[in-house]
Nanobody, 120 residues
Framework: QVQLTESGGGLVQPGGSLRLSCAAS????????MAWYRQAPGNKRELVAN????????WYAASVKGRFTISRDNAERTVHLQMNNLKPEDTAIYYC?????????????WGQGTQVTVSS
């Protein structure tokens, strides 16, 4: 079994910053792509950013490009999302997800989510 645990959400004023973290644990042989998604009330869950196993190749949604930075630490099995110049429309529950090699199979676990609220 594989678990993803997020941390770092909270309330921040517009223009502020937050750093989200996600740690993977359990029966893990390797972790491929890691990603952050978000879901605002009434909206579908959307991909915010992802990062390949090499830690170099990344992708960002147009709405966050230039403001958010995704990074990972393969030794620690963690992925981070640095969010700068936050806007009210960034308010959502943020979820971590990863493609994990576990017990000879590929699995795609989700974290429990962490709330990010951007408001004055």
């Amino acid at each position: 079994q594989v678990q993803l645990t997020e941390s770092g959400g909270g309330l921040v004023q517009p223009g502020g910053s937050l750093r989200l973290s996600c740690a993977a644990s359990g029966s893990i042989f390797g972790i491929n792509t890691m990603a952050w998604y978000r879901q605002a009330p009434g909206n579908k869950r959307e991909l915010v950013a992802n990062i390949k196993r090499d830690g170099i190749e990344t992708w960002y949604a147009a709405s966050v490009k230039g403001r958010f930075t995704i990074s990972r630490d393969n030794a620690e099995r963690t992925v981070h999302l640095q969010m700068n110049n936050l806007k009210p429309e960034d308010t959502a529950i943020y979820y971590c997800q990863a493609e994990v090699v576990s017990r000879g199979q590929l699995v795609w676990p989700w974290g429990q989510g962490t709330q990010v609220t951007v408001s004055s």
